[in-house]
């Protein structure tokens, strides 16, 4: 497998992860934390901070010959 193709593999699984900690924040338990809170749950944010990591090594891989 070249780097490209491991590039848009960790894009696209990062872009995953950010749509899945979206869906999570959305959850009955998630409102119910950030209510009391104010912000999003622990697993939307682990989601969230994981995705955009792997997205960033994507995207940058992607663009560095």
């Known amino acids: 497998m070249g780097k490209k193709q491991l ?3 960790l894009l696209v699984v990062g872009l995953a992860l950010i749509v ?8 009955f338990e ?3 934390s950030s209510a009391f809170s104010g ?6 944010l682990i989601f969230y901070v994981a995705g955009g ?6 995207v940058v891989g992607l663009v560095k010959k």
């Open 20 to 27: 899945w900690g979206y869906n999570v924040s959305g959850g």
């Open 30 to 32: 998630s409102q119910l």
């Open 7 to 9: 590039s848009i593999i």
């Open 39 to 44: 912000r999003p749950s622990n697993e939307a």
């Open 53 to 58: 990591i792997l997205a960033m090594i994507g």
